[in-house]
Structure formats: structure tokens, C-alpha cells
């Protein structure tokens, strides 16, 4: 980006902040820290790097060169430009300019007029020669080209006269302009010559007359009043201040306009009169001058004419006098003069040179106080030019002559510097080839240096710089297409070094020139447009980066001048010009296929905007002209070379990307990393050509079809290196998921490759793996259910929870990886969808009816005694029923298998695990009872009118029972709390005990309705009975006072107090009214 100079500042910062403008979207949410800010700081940052150490608060007052150039420029800055382009040094353009007198605009006019009149005579030359160029002929013959090519060469004359012809010309003071009407330039092949009349030569001057002071009056009082006034023919009267006598100094300015070449000024001084009968004021002297545009301009001194009867013979008056030259008039002087139709006597006049327009001037003679000439004489078509004296003329000291065919005037001046000005006036005014030479030396003409022509003295030392050659130059003589060739490379050579980034566009100064001197020098417009093609594809091919519009601009140009639509209003080709346009086509064509082959690197993010775009334009433009078949088959062709180019792209693109991955003595996991790596390289890059080359699919709407292609071919590409990374991968190893992952990922994303040719190999090349995945974990996961609920297992210490949560995590992680791979067929991603769900439900199913086997085992094998505890085995098993139930509705979910039907499988999974739920809860509540009962069978043998109730009341014995079995209750009640996670089985395991043996306590009192309970079995039973509702209350049992509750506590209400009237008090607080009062606080 930076060698190639396409990208401005601009273009980086837009680059950078859009980068990470991508990179802070995707992180976090800092609290305090909002992304804008963050992206500000960046920003900053990079502002701060770009200006390096410019301090940013001090404003920099100096305009860039770069920026400079971009502005018009002044005469003097393209001076300076193009003195830098072509190595001039400043010597020598001064030299140049000096002597060339650029900075005189009647010397330049001249100059176009001798250069156009040369063009003009080339033409008639090449026509009376036939030194035609070779030209490319369609339809035309060989003779119709000549003429037409000959038209045009003075159609371009013409069109130069026409425009210098209608460049106005002042008159003067007046500010006003004027054209000749009727010029003859309307047509290079009249002959006819319009003349002039007099009234066509207007000439206005400015006249200011400055009255300074006034000397010599010694008799006027010193009080008197005295005045000046001054006045010219045709103009008011102009009157100083009053001042006195003793101080006559005014400096006061009068300005007048005049049309008379030789006017005449009066100035009087006046003084005021005092007298009664006075009228007029009184005249002390008069002073009359007659000033020429070569007068002084310094102030001078002049004796009044005053009356002879007057006191003071001596007053002088210090005046200024000032004549401006009109714009108009070349030069102007006295010279002697003799001619054949006008000025036919040899005499001195008052001569001046007018330009009436940019190609007519005229010589006219003047007398006094007259506006119009009194004699005048075109000079078209003559030619001026130094000549020896004439003897038989008397008057005249340096002799020069005016010659045309058919007339001749003859001038003199009386000095030689005045000879070599009017000599050099004339040469300009005739537009004559022939420039008039000295006869003598500068440094001769005059003792006094300065008194030499200054044209001379800058010829002489451009003379010893080695510069005359080039001042002396006929620019009619030299081959202007290959010096524009040249001037027009070193000018793009210099644009490019600029620091703008100008992408080849020339700047406005170098466009005003260069296309000055087309027009000039006739230039044509196919060479000036076919050399600055041949220099861009040069520059171009060098790396640098040059807009395909501009490229595309030249050639349109070039191509509608070719095939005959005449752009610039030439019709003719030159075979030069047809065979190098040829060659330029051909480089185009080859240009434009290798940017749009290599569009990621010639066109880096994007950048230049559009060109890209413009570059497609253009191959399809030259493609279009190469073929001249119907439009159709041209734009296949062109279908067709951008198809080839997107296919060497996808090469260039992943050849560039593959550099990075190295597959040389690796194993084979280091490989699959290698290659995972370029995919992920892979899929950023055709996400850069997606947000940076698509340009809003704007590039390649055209050609959208062929992008898919072009990415087709680039991942084609591609699986090949992962092919081969794949073969070599050891069997049964899932390291490559990750890349299925990945690439699929991508694939699914983007539609236009979505179930294309690289994501069906990939599918295909993927699936087995998929399948045999799946098979090798739904084995492992029955061998670990196998292994895990077997009796070896049973039989050691490892948890069973651990074991069937590892067996779940493997189910459901297992239908998790196959839902992840996103897998493209609907059809195969279902089957595999519906295998994982039915092998999930089968698993689990046996999964349970194992763990419901292994329970019933344990419990069997457990002593009922009141030391039966709830072991931890116990409590495992249930709780893997319980995960079981919790994971069934997550990895047992409904679905639908490959041909559409709908499965329910967690339901049956459920259905299994409710029953599994309700006999473990049966087994272990039976359990629970038939120890109750065990405790119930021992207060039997003290029922009334029993063989043992005698014997066993002679033991007293105590409470130890009642005791051990509220500790049997209140110890299993909290394993079963502590180690069973799931709170709704534990309160149905505590409902179910609980009223099942308050029905065992109901039923064995019933058995005993008749008889009256020992006192033993009255204390024991109100303990049991008033602890076991406490803490099944204590548990959450919700209800406590239920019809069995309320039967079995009347029972024993009854009994306490049937045996407190017989023997009184139970004792050891054992109460049934303790009891209701407790259960009631419980409540």
C-alpha cells in the first residue's frame, strides 16, 4: 500500500479505524468504559503516531507542497514547477525569459502569430511536397484522407487566430475594448484584404499636469492672491487653490483625457484683481507645452511668457507633465519617412504604432492637436528590417524599411537605439519569420551601456551561458509530438514523486500547460492521450498504483478517435497511430487481467474506492474492441477472461496464504493444527474479499456467478492439502472435528456456497468419520454401563453416582458435538438425530432398570432390626434414578427421525422411572414398617390374659424400647434428607411411611378393642406415638392429624385415663396430653 502510492493518510486512517472499529464490537462490556471510548483512544493513538513529533496544538501555517499543487497556480509557481520537471536551472531560465521577453505581451503575441504563420506554411509545404504521413484507411481513399488531413491542420490554425484574434484590445484610459469587425481570419483561404479606415484607430491618454510651485515674482505684493489654471483642447478648464503671492506653492494635480496624440496643454498663473471696475482676474504669464508619451515624467521648469510691460520678466512655473501610453499603442516617435502610396514625401512626422486588433496594427502619422491619423498604412504582410543609409535623403541618421510586394516605405530615426526599438516594435506588429539582426554590435551603438536595447544585453549573456541556440529557435522546425512525449513523462515522473497521492491524475497547473502546448504546437489528441497510456502501463507494471479510470479516460479517447467518432474533431488516423494503439490495446488487456487476477494485492482493502470496479470496466471495454462480432459473443468473451482471471486469482490468493503453512517433517497432529490454521487464514480472506473487494457487491455484480466460482476454486484448492493431511491421520482419532466444525460453520453462512462442490466433499468426506464416531461412543457408553452397574462395581467402593453421571455427561455431550457440527444434510443429520435420541432412551432404560435390580438387592440383604439404618448404596442408586429422570427430558427430547415421523422418548423413559420411583419408594417404606412391626410384636407379649404378660411384668421393664425406635425414625429420617438430592421423593418417602404406620399402629390397636392395655404397652405406645408425629411433622409431612391420627389418639386418651384411676399417674411425664399439646405447638 505505501510503495505504491495509491492510498492517501486518509485512506489509512479509514482502513485502521475500521479494523478496529471490528475488534472492539466483540469484546466485553466494561462497566465505566463505553466502545466509543475505547475506539477513541485508539484513534487518537494513531493520530498521534501518524504526526509524529508535531506538536498537535500549534497550528501549522505553511501550505504543503503536495496541497500547493493541487491550486491554481500563478505564472510564476508553473515557472518554478516546470523548472524543477525538466532541470532548468534558475540562471538559465532567467536567461531564457529575459531574452525571450516573456514578460511583454506584444512580444508574445508576435511570437504566436510567427509560430501559427510558420504552421501554416507547413501545411502548404506538406501539400505541395506530398509529404503526407502513412495513413489507416476504413472506407476512405488514400487521396481523401490527404485533403481532409490537410484541412486540418489550418482548421487548428484557424481555430488558434480565431481565439488570439478575439482577445480584446484596450483603448486606452478609457478601460473600454473593441474588435475589428468583419476579421479576416473568418477564413485562411481568402484573399481579400479588409482595410482600415481612420475611425478604427481611437487612441485615448491620460493627461496629469501637477503645477508645483511658481518662482520670480518679486514686484506682486506678497498679500495678493494669486492661482494657476490649466487647460487642454476639448477638456474643462482645471483651477488650483488660491494661495498669497509670498508663498506660491500649491503641488496640486489636474488630470485630463485627450484623444490627440500631440495635444496641447496651457497653463496660466493668474492673480486676483482688487479693482472696483475689475471683472476679469488678471494674467501674470502663460506657459504652453506639448507632451508626447516619451516626455519626462520628472518635474521641470519653464519660463512664462509674460507682457512686455510686465515687472517681472523672469517667472518660471515648476510643472510635471505625464502623457500614459495607451494599451494600444506599440511605440511612438518622430521619424523621417518616404513611401510609395502614402508619406510620398521624405519629411519628419509624428509617427505611432496602434494595434487596432491582436492581428492588425497599423502606422499612423499625426499632426498637432489632431485625434485622427493625418496619413496611416496596414503592415499586413509586410516585412521590416534594417538597412543602409540613403544618400539622396536628407535628414536621418539610422535607416530602416517596411517592404511587401508592391510597396515599400522607407524610415529614419536620429539615433540608432531609436532605429532598433522601432525595428523591433514593427517585427512584432508583422508577425514576419524573419527576425531583423543589428547591424552593429550593442556595446558600439552607444558610449553609455545602458542606453543598448535590454534585449540585446540578455541575448549577449545568454550568448555565453550557451543559451542563444535556444533563444534563437524556430519552434516550427523541431518535432513537437516526441518533445510532448518527453514533456509529458518527466511531468508524471515528478506528479508521481509527489507526496499527494495523485494515482497518476496530473494537476491542474500541469494539465493548463500541457494542454497549451498541444494546442500550440499541434499536437495531436490520439498521440497525447496514446503516450500518457504507454507511461501509465509503464508505471503501473513498475508496482505503482494508477486510477483505471484515468486509464480508461485515455483509452476511450484513443479508441473513438481509431474507429472513427472523432472525439476532438479529427477524422484522419495515421498508421502510427493505429499500429501503436494496437500495441497499447494489447498491454491494457494484459494489465487489466493481471490486476483483477491479483485484485487482493493490487487493490489492497479496497482501496483506491471503485477501482477495482473500473478496473472490470475497462477489460470489458477492450475486450468489447478487440472483437468486432455481435454484442452478444462479446460479452461471453468478456465472461470468459474474467473467469479465467478469478480462477488464477483463487491460485495466486492461496498459494500467498498456503506460504504460511509448512508441512515438512511433522507429525501428523501438528499437521491437522498446520492446516486448521489455513482455513482459518482461508475463511478470513474470502471474508476480505466479501467486505473490501466487493465494494457493496458492486465490483462483481456483474459478474456474481463467476465470484462463486472463483471461491469454489479457491477451496478446491484447499482440500486438497487437507486431504492429504487427513490420509495420513491415525484411525479412530477425532482430532479433525474441529476443522469439519469450523469450515461447515462457514459454508452454512454464506449461501452462495452453502451445499456447493467444496461443502459436498467436505460432507462426504466427513461423514464416515461421523458414523463411526458415533458407533466407537454409543459402544463405549454400554461398556461403561456394563462395567459400571456390574456386580464388581457393587461389590468395591467406587460411587455409583460418579459413575452414572460420567454415562449422562457422555450421552448428552455426544448429542451436543453431533448438534454442533451443524451437519448440512437435513436427511442425515435427522437419522443421526433420531439414533442418538433412540441409543439415549435404550441406555437409560437399562441404565435404570439396573440400578432398580441392584436396590432391591441391598434391601433384601439388610437385617430388619431397630439398628437398620439407610445406607449410603442405598441412597446412590436412588439418586441415580432421580439424574436419570432430570437428564431424560434434556438428551430424551421429542423429535423427528429421517423420513418426518414424530418420536416420544422421553415419555417412555419416564414412564420407566415413575415405576421404578414408586417400587423403591414401596420397598424401602416396607422395610421401615416391618421393623415397626417387629417393635409392635414385642409389646404383644404383654397383652392382657397373656401366658407371658405375668412373667414379663416382674421385670419392670422400661422405655429402652419406645427409645430405640424414635432413634430407628430420627436417624433414617436424616440420611434420607442428607444424601437423596431430590426433595419430592424424600417428602413422598416420608408421607407414605408415616401413614403407613400410623395404619399399622390403628390395626394393632384394633386387634386389642377389647382388651385394656398393659401399662407397659400404654407408655410405650403414647412415646412412640407422640415422638413419630413430631418428627415426621418436623419433615414437612404436610398432613399430620389425619382420621388414623385422630382414631389411634383417642384410643390412647381413653386407656391413660382408664389407668389413672386404677394406678394413678404413668409417670416420667408420659402423657397424652403432653402429646396433644406438643403436636398442637408442631401444628
Known amino acids: ?134 495513413f489507416y484507411c476504413r472506407n476512405e481513399s488514400e487521396e481523401e484522407l490527404q485533403r481532409l ?34 476579421s479576416k481570419l473568418s477564413s485562411l483561404d481568402s484573399t481579400e484584404e479588409d482595410s482600415l479606415s481612420k475611425a478604427d484607430v481611437i487612441l485615448q491618454f491620460a493627461l ?15 498679500s495678493k492672491i494669486i492661482y494657476c489654471t490649466m487647460e487642454t483642447d476639448s477638456c474643462p478648464k482645471l483651477q488650483t487653490e488660491p494661495v498669497e503671492a509670498s508663498r506660491p506653492i500649491w503641488n496640486t494635480t489636474g488630470d485630463f483625457t485627450t484623444t490627440q496624440p500631440l495635444p496641447q496643454v496651457k497653463v496660466k498663473l493668474m492673480t486676483e484683481s482688487t479693482g472696483v471696475l475689475s471683472i476679469d482676474d488678471k494674467e501674470l504669464g502663460k506657459v504652453v507645452i506639448h507632451p508626447t508619451p516619451n516626455s519626462p515624467k520628472t518635474p521641470e521648469w519653464y519660463f512664462m511668457q509674460v507682457h512686455k510691460n510686465s515687472a517681472d520678466q523672469q517667472i518660471r512655473i515648476k510643472l510635471t507633465v505625464k502623457m500614459e501610453r495607451p494599451l494600444n499603442m506599440k511605440h511612438c516617435g518622430y521619424l523621417w519617412a518616404q513611401g510609395r502610396s502614402v508619406w510620398k514625401k521624405w519629411k519628419k512626422r509624428y509617427f505611432i504604432l496602434v494595434q487596432v486588433s491582436q492581428y492588425n496594427f497599423v502606422m499612423c502619422s499625426y499632426q498637432e492637436r489632431k485625434a485622427e491619423p493625418y496619413e496611416m498604412m496596414q503592415l499586413d504582410s509586410f516585412t521590416v528590417d534594417y538597412t543602409v543609409p540613403e544618400l539622396d535623403h536628407e535628414g536621418g541618421r539610422a535607416f530602416f524599411n517596411a517592404v511587401k510586394e508592391g510597396d515599400s516605405v522607407m524610415f529614419a530615426s536620429d539615433d540608432e537605439q531609436d532605429r532598433i526599438l522601432w525595428v523591433q516594435a514593427m517585427y512584432r506588429a508583422t508577425g514576419q519569420s524573419h527576425k531583423p539582426i543589428p547591424p552593429t554590435q550593442v556595446q558600439k551603438l552607444s558610449d553609455n551601456k545602458q542606453d543598448a536595447p535590454i534585449t540585446q544585453f540578455y541575448a549577449d549573456r545568454a550568448r555565453k551561458h550557451g543559451m542563444d541556440e535556444f533563444i534563437s529557435a524556430d519552434p516550427c522546425k523541431y518535432d513537437h509530438s516526441s518533445l510532448y512525449e518527453l514533456l509529458q513523462r518527466l511531468t508524471l515522473d515528478h506528479r508521481l514523486n509527489d507526496s499527494y497521492s495523485c494515482l497518476g491524475w496530473f494537476s491542474p497547473g500541469q494539465i493548463f500547460v500541457l494542454d497549451e502546448y498541444c494546442s500550440r504546437y499541434g499536437v495531436r489528441g ?31 479517447f484513443c479508441s473513438s478517435h481509431v474507429y472513427g467518432s472523432r472525439p476532438d474533431g479529427i477524422g484522419t488516423v495515421t498508421m502510427d497511430e493505429k499500429q501503436r494503439f494496437d500495441e497499447i490495446r494489447t498491454r491494457m488487456k494484459i494489465y487489466a487481467m493481471d490486476q483483477i487476477t491479483r485484485f487482493r494485492y493490487c487493490f489492497p482493502f479496497g482501496r483506491p474506492q471503485g ?16 472483437d468486432p462480432g455481435p454484442e452478444s459473443g462479446r460479452e461471453a468473451k468478456v465472461r470468459e477472461l474474467v473467469r479465467h482471471c478469478l480462477k488464477e486469482a483463487a491460485l495466486v490468493n492461496y498459494t500467498r496464504v498456503s506460504d504460511y503453512a509448512k508441512f515438512d517433517e511433522m507429525d501428523s497432529y501438528k499437521k491437522l493444527q498446520v492446516i486448521i490454521h489455513l482455513a482459518e487464514l482461508c475463511i478470513d480472506v474470502l471474508q476480505q474479499n466479501e467486505e473490501h473487494h466487493f465494494e457493496g457487491r458492486e465490483s462483481f455484480e456483474w459478474y456474481s456467478d463467476l465470484m462463486v466460482e472463483h471461491s469454489e476454486t479457491f477451496w478446491s484448492l484447499f482440500a486438497v492439502d487437507m486431504d492429504s493431511v487427513l490420509e495420513k491421520q491415525q484411525p479412530d482419532t477425532w482430532d479433525s472435528f474441529p476443522l469439519f466444525q469450523l469450515l461447515n460453520d462457514h459454508l452454512m453462512g454464506d449461501e452462495r456456497l452453502k451445499t456447493g462442490k467444496f461443502h459436498s466433499h467436505l460432507r462426504d468426506t466427513f461423514a464416515p468419520l461421523v458414523i463411526r ?42 448429542q451436543t458435538f453431533i448438534l454442533d457440527l451443524h451437519w448440512p444434510d437435513t436427511i442425515f443429520a435427522s437419522h443421526i438425530e433420531h439414533r442418538l435420541k433412540l441409543t439415549t432412551s435404550d441406555m437409560m432404560q437399562s441404565m435404570v432398570a439396573r440400578t432398580l435390580n441392584r436396590f432391591k438387592n441391598l434391601l433384601q440383604s439388610c437385617r430388619i432390626s431397630l439398628d437398620f439404618r439407610v445406607t449410603s448404596q442405598l441412597c446412590q442408586l436412588i439418586n441415580v434414578a432421580i439424574e436419570c429422570r432430570n437428564q431424560s427430558q434434556k ?111 390403628c390395626d394393632w390397636l384394633n386387634l386389642r378393642s377389647e382388651l385394656q392395655l398393659h401399662v407397659y404397652q400404654l407408655k410405650t405406645l403414647i412415646k412412640v406415638f407422640k415422638s413419630f408425629a413430631r418428627d415426621f411433622a418436623l419433615q414437612g409431612v404436610a398432613e399430620i392429624k389425619t382420621k388414623t391420627h385422630t382414631l389411634i389418639h383417642k384410643r390412647l386418651t381413653v386407656e391413660e385415663a382408664t389407668a389413672s384411676v386404677t394406678i394413678g399417674s404413668l409417670g416420667n411425664n408420659i402423657t397424652m396430653k403432653e402429646s396433644d399439646d406438643e403436636v398442637g405447638e408442631d401444628d
Request: overall charge negative.
Open 208 to 222: 496629469e499636469v501637477i503645477v508645483v510651485e511658481v518662482q520670480g515674482l518679486k514686484s506682486l505684493a506678497g
Open 773 to 814: 464416531y458415533v458407533d466407537l461412543m454409543e459402544s463405549s457408553i454400554a461398556q461403561s454401563i456394563d462395567r459400571g452397574f456390574g456386580k464388581e462395581v457393587w461389590d468395591s467402593n467406587q460411587s455409583i453416582n460418579v459413575i452414572a453421571s460420567d454415562i449422562l455427561w457422555k450421552l448428552q455431550a455426544l
Open 1 to 134: 500500500m505505501v510503495n505504491s502510492g495509491g492510498c492517501s493518510a486518509s485512506d489509512f486512517r479509514e482502513v485502521f479505524k475500521n479494523n478496529i472499529e471490528k475488534r472492539v464490537k466483540v469484546l466485553p462490556e466494561i462497566d465505566g468504559l463505553s466502545k466509543e471510548t475505547v475506539l477513541s483512544a485508539w484513534m487518537a493513538k494513531f493520530d498521534a503516531i501518524y504526526r509524529g513529533e508535531e506538536d498537535p496544538r500549534r497550528p501549522s501555517n505553511r501550505l504543503p507542497a503536495s496541497a500547493a499543487s493541487e491550486l491554481i497556480l500563478s505564472k510564476e509557481q508553473l515557472y518554478e514547477m516546470f523548472q524543477n520537471i525538466l532541470s532548468i536551472k534558475k540562471v538559465e531560465h532567467q536567461l531564457l525569459y529575459n531574452a525571450c521577453q516573456l514578460d511583454n505581451i506584444d512580444e508574445q503575441a508576435a511570437a504566436i502569430r510567427r509560430e501559427l504563420d510558420g504552421r501554416k506554411h507547413a501545411a502548404e509545404k506538406i501539400e505541395t511536397q506530398h509529404r503526407f504521413p502513412r
Open 891 to 1001: 438428551i430424551c427430547a421429542s423429535g423427528l427421525d429421517a423420513s418426518g415421523t414424530q418420536h416420544i422418548y422421553h415419555a417412555v423413559v419416564d414412564e420407566i422411572l415413575d415405576s421404578a420411583f414408586t417400587e423403591m419408594q414401596s420397598l424401602i417404606v416396607s422395610k421401615f414398617n416391618k421393623v415397626l412391626e417387629i417393635v409392635l410384636s414385642k409389646m404383644s407379649r404383654y397383652d392382657e390374659g397373656s401366658f407371658t404378660a405375668s412373667f414379663l411384668s416382674l421385670t419392670k421393664p422400661g422405655m429402652e424400647l419406645a427409645v430405640n425406635f424414635n432413634q430407628f425414625v430420627s436417624i433414617n429420617q436424616d440420611v434420607i434428607l442428607d444424601r437423596i438430592n431430590d426433595e419430592v421423593f424424600v417428602n413422598s418417602v416420608f408421607e407414605k411411611w408415616y401413614n403407613t404406620a400410623l395404619k399399622i399402629f
Open 526 to 556: 490520439c498521440h497525447k492521450h496514446l503516450c500518457n497510456l504507454s507511461d501509465l502501463l509503464d508505471r503501473a507494471q513498475q508496482g505503482i498504483m494508477i486510477d483505471p479510470t484515468l486509464i480508461h479516460y485515455s483509452y476511450a
Open 149 to 182: 488531413y490537410i484541412d486540418e491542420l489550418r482548421q487548428q490554425v484557424a481555430l488558434l487566430m480565431n481565439n488570439l484574434e478575439s482577445l480584446p484590445v484596450s483603448r486606452g484610459s478609457s478601460g473600454r475594448n473593441y474588435h475589428l469587425p468583419g
Open 611 to 626: 477501482a477495482l470496479k473500473a478496473t472490470l470496466t475497462l477489460l470489458g471495454r477492450v475486450a468489447m474492441d478487440e
